[in-house]
């Protein structure tokens, strides 16, 4: 049976091997986010979602966090780091970190009108681009469910939460949010996801984040 202190155990577990979504990562600018809760009487899933951009990967990464007690291959944590952007090689071949200027971002096959000028940092570009391409940019329904039974039902989808600042300081099973999303898998209740806390996942929370 799926008990509270059985998925705060292994959120706690990931976030000591530092395999717990974590927004003040130093090695990716964030850019959004997303949480996904699945599950029915016997099994839990949550699927993490950090979209950020990443200096040294030299593109836009969608960093997939799984956990659950059903997983059909992997272990909890780190999942995939989907790389978006197709055209990133061509726009910035040196690695400038700064969009040149003139041509589109290019997403999954889909060419996006970059609303930015020469020479902007590509954090600055993407974060431009995300809240009109959100759906675009995140998890399609495969890359979603890669990983997790297909009949799994999903509970509750979260577009921002509020986000320990410190997860070394702060364990999950100490936060409210995390606290919050284990009740609503265990009951299967979306409503149980009662915050007091304001959310504070948007990027600009965290101005130390990719700066490493």
Known sequence: MTSTSSILDQFDLCADRAEFPDLANGYYYPVAERLHLFGDRTRWAVVAELLGHAPRGGNLFDVVHRFGN??????????????????????????????????????????????????TPWQDVFRQLAPAHRSLLLADPAELRAGLPADLPVLLRLDE??????????????????????????????????PTLAPNTHWSHWPEAGTL
């Open 70 to 119: 059903c997983l059909t291959h992997g272990e909890p944590g780190f999942g995939e780091f989907l790389e978006r952007v197709d055209n990133m090689a061509e726009l910035d071949p040196d690695r400038t970190g700064r969009y040149p200027g003139g041509a589109p971002v290019v997403v999954r096959g889909t060419a996006l009108t970059v609303p930015a000028a020469p020479g």
């Open 161 to 194: 939460w509020n986000q320990p600042e410190d997860l070394g300081g702060v364990m999950p099973s100490e936060h409210e949010t995390f606290r919050l999303i284990a009740e609503v898998l265990v009951s299967g209740d979306p409503s149980r996801y009662r």
